[in-house]
């Protein structure tokens, strides 16, 4: 047990951020100039993840067309196979039996004809009747408009699914003055769903001024398309709508179910990647597949942006989810990008990671999806350590020794009394602002606790991890944060703070907190899945075996460990040499 002192009165530098939060670089900037000096030397650094899906070296982003095809599940990915920035882009493939050990394969989509010949960007993958797959991606032509277009599988019984035609007939659906279509913002088509007249439908992406818009489209054959009316839904003062997503959830339960079903067991999500936001948002309502309409419960227009649900509140964006029928679950990935400088992702020689796939279902208030990681990702832990119900004072941490620090995965719960103690918020507070403004070293009645991981022997680097209790309007309110403020003695890094209010009832529930720790990405699930905050730091003093994770409470007011759980994780088989 050690005592905590001067840590908690050293300066935070996150509150710099707030109002300036770094943005990632846009998806499709290309820096030409730089591409020819990354570097091959990928495997000596501290930074590369052991679990994480990536490359050996190179750019990527999305994750496109995830499927699962005759026992293995297929992963395509924005590529960029001769350097570490955007740019010559390329649908990577690899291949997998339990979404954690990848193998790689051949790029499956390259530009070779006019309607993609400048560039292969993002799309999904829809099973068609008789188990055959086929791939809609965007394509930009030579004009730089962007299309859409299709490939199949050369050969059905391969099920690596090695080789991909393109049809002669690309593009299937272009902007043109009659559909009024603006041809640089209409990108990403969705994986297709049969509606009751047995007609195919997708969404792409696309915006009209500032409003984004799902527009719809309609196909017998799914060579065919006739642009509907109607948007499926569109949202003023949203901007582009990027990596649209639509697909149906259970009610009641956790499992999955095929994207063509509607019936009065489902509710519809749509989840769009706002490009201005550079984050993913989502809506949960009701398809009315008459009128081909989805009608959320709330809407984009009706609060401020910002109290719409995400994803994930830290770095995550362009995701995708796929029905596994082999365990009728729904699955979603999504990229993570950088928070180094450009000018060390070359030096580094890569840039972009997936975060660990997520099973996904609808919370049984249906007011918001749940996420957890897959469960084979588990097949990774050894070494268990587990501690005793432990009494966590104000002022305290306690190092969670027996673990690889750097590449772990760990599971507390807390228990919380004395809820009198937590700090009275008199205002609604933008809850990033707020985790900015009460970081790790700022005390109150209740919190900050939670967990310090990439911490340095002394305590110059840590990530920190940790839940805030307040009253506001008479009713508790729990706050999740990842603050990166002391994550790196690098300054060039981007180190925000991130921040969500959880819904949690403390007073019948546990507080609960899993976090999956590799190297340089932080991936953290609060209160069983209701919210997740992913966050990419970058020690240098807190790395490999000079790592510690502790459990910390900084509030005056004690709280109760009910459960810790950690594990050091093996490392995966991440897709040897491309």
């Known amino acids: 047990m ?37 570097s091959d030397d990928s495997f000596k650094q501290p930074y590369r993840t052991a679990y994480h899906f990536q490359p050996p070296k190179n750019w990527i982003n999305d994750p496109n067309g995830p499927l699962s095809y005759k026992g293995l599940y297929h992963l395509f990915y924005q590529y960029n196979p001769k350097g570490a920035v955007w740019g010559n882009i390329v649908w990577a493939h690899s291949v997998s039996t339990d979404l954690v050990n990848w193998t790689p394969l051949d790029p499956a989509i390259f530009p070779s004809q006019p309607s993609d010949i400048n560039g292969c960007w993002s799309g999904s993958a829809t099973i068609l009747h008789g188990n055959k797959p086929a791939i809609l991606y965007t394509g930009i032509d030579p004009m730089n408009h962007q299309v859409q277009n299709i490939a199949y599988p050369k050969n059905l019984s391969d099920p690596f699914l090695r080789e991909w035609i393109k049809s002669p007939k690309n593009p299937l659906m272009e902007p043109t003055s009659e559909n009024k279509i603006n041809a640089s ?6 994986s297709g769903w049969l509606g009751k007249d047995g007609n195919w439908r997708i969404i792409i992406g696309s915006k009209r001024n ?34 649209p997503d639509f697909f149906p959830v259970l009610k009641i339960g956790r499992f999955g179910v095929d994207t063509s079903l509607n019936s009065d067991d489902v509710r519809h999500v749509l989840k769009v990647s706002l490009d201005d936001k550079k984050h993913d948002y989502y809506l949960i309502g009701t398809y009315n597949d008459e009128k081909d309409k989805f009608v959320p419960d709330k809407g984009f227009e009706e609060e401020n942006i910002e109290q719409i649900l995400r994803y994930d509140y830290g770095k995550y964006y362009a995701s995708k989810t796929f029905f596994d029928d082999g365990k009728n679950r729904r699955i979603l990935l999504g990229w993570v990008n950088e928070s180094s400088s450009v000018a060390d992702d070359i030096k580094k020689g890569w840039s972009g990671i997936h975060t660990i796939p997520r099973t996904i279902w609808l919370h049984k208030s249906g007011k918001q999806l749940i996420q957890w990681p897959v469960v084979e990702v588990e097949k990774l832990r050894v070494n268990p350590v587990k501690w005793p119900t432990k009494i966590l004072k104000g002022g305290e941490l306690f190092p969670i020794n027996g673990v690889t620090a750097a590449q772990a995965d760990v599971e507390i719960s807390f228990e919380v009394n004395n809820i009198r103690e937590a700090e009275v918020l008199d205002k609604w507070t933008d809850p990033q602002i707020l985790c900015s403004q009460k970081g790790t070293s700022v005390k109150s009645g209740l919190g900050p606790f939670g967990l310090l991981v990439f911490a340095s022997k002394g305590l110059q680097e840590f990530t920190s991890v940790f839940f805030r209790i307040f009253i506001y ?31 949690v009832d403390i007073l019948h529930e546990k507080l609960s907190l899993r976090s999956l720790i590799d190297h340089s990405v932080v991936e953290s699930f609060g209160g069983e899945g209701k919210a997740c905050i992913t966050s990419r730091v970058y020690p240098t003093l807190a790395i490999n075996d000079k790592a510690l994770i502790y459990a910390f409470n900084n509030g005056t007011t004690n709280v109760k460990i009910t459960r810790l759980s950690a594990w ?10 491309l």
Not at 185 to 190: G, L, N, Q
Not at 476 to 501: A, E, H, I, P, W
Not at 568 to 577: D, H, P, R, Y
């Open 2 to 38: 050690t005592i905590l002192s001067t840590m908690w009165l050293m300066p935070l530098f996150t509150f710099i951020y707030v109002n300036g939060i770094l943005p990632i670089e846009a998806t499709h900037h290309v820096y030409r100039n730089l591409q020819s000096l990354s």
């Open 210 to 243: 500032t409003r984004g818009i799902a527009i719809l489209y309609k196909s017998k054959d799914f060579i065919n398309w006739i642009k509907s009316k109607h948007p499926l839904h569109s949202a003023k003062g949203t901007g582009m709508w990027e990596c």
């Open 185 to 190: 913002s209409f990108r990403d088509p969705t």
């Open 473 to 503: 309007q008479q009713k508790n309110l729990v706050l999740f944060c990842s603050d990166q403020s002391r994550s790196s003695l690098n300054k060039d890094n981007d180190m925000t703070t991130y921040g969500t209010f959880i819904d």
């Open 568 to 577: 050091s994780m093996k490392k995966a088989q991440l897709n040897g040499n």
